[in-house]
């Protein structure tokens, strides 16, 4: 099998840095270029017999390309970081989401209010579990909107994402905590913020309240995103409404999940603690 896949690896042209497979190093000098090319073979040649799968993992949906896999496989659902300088998979109120750049846009109209202080507990304890598993190689931001976007500035510098190190993310904290529900609603200028700032996954939060977004609002923000995950939660009071929300669909459009989460549920459990 050894000698196969030598003369296999021997007609394979060799693959860029970062594609499918190891490419041959270059001949540096005449007198190494016997034990490089052996090297090469080698590498290749193991390459073919093991498939590829022992080393080198293309990411989800990507034809080309991967990382090394130097962590061990965590349990499905489980929020984790995967090593050192590897992606993080988090969630927020049952969505999930996988890479190294994190926007939470959050609703902060004045019918968000409506909700009450155990709705602003839960958001708050369910983004400190959300940012737990996210390291200092990883950045996130939080913008909170009404007729404006407010935006989460701890370097001073606006429109940039934070790097998760543990003074930012009590930072975030306290930013939630020092925000007030009032106003009006503009879903979009505070979706097309989120999109310039070009994170992997934006978690979308409201009540979904009046003005919804119309399918080409909706259509437009799916262009703009260009492959970015929208994640979106539904946060009312009461039974989910007949009918397919305009957040459900923006979710299935990029490639996100959609969650409705009943707040009189939410203070059910707080009771219980």
Known sequence: MFMIATQRARQAK???VGGAGPAAPRERAVGNTRRHSVSAVIAASLWVVLGGAAV???????????????????????????????????????????GYKFIYCFDRSG??????????AAVQAELRDSLRPLD???QFQMIFYNERPVVFNPSGTPG????ANPQNKERALRFLDSL???????????????IRMQPDVIFFLTDGD????????IEEITYRAGGIQINTIQFASGPKPAGES????????????YRYVDVTKLRLVEKRR
């Open 160 to 163: 940039r994402l934070a790097f």
């Open 180 to 194: 007030v529900a009032d106003g009006g609603t503009d879903h979009e200028e505070a979706l097309k913020l989120a």
């Open 56 to 98: 080198w993992a293309a990411e989800p949906g990507q034809s080309g390309g991967g990382a090394f896999l130097d962590a061990p496989q965590r349990p499905e659902g489980e929020q984790y970081a995967t090593g050192l300088g590897g992606k993080a998979k988090i969630s927020l109120f049952g969505t999930v989401g996988e």
């Open 136 to 138: 200092s190689v990883h």
């Open 210 to 217: 009046e003005p919804k977004l119309t399918a080409a609002q």
């Open 246 to 257: 305009f957040l459900a669909e923006l979710a299935r459009q990029n490639g996100g999940q």
């Open 111 to 120: 019918s968000m209010g409506g909700s009450g202080s155990s709705a602003m």
């Open 14 to 16: 060799p693959l860029a």
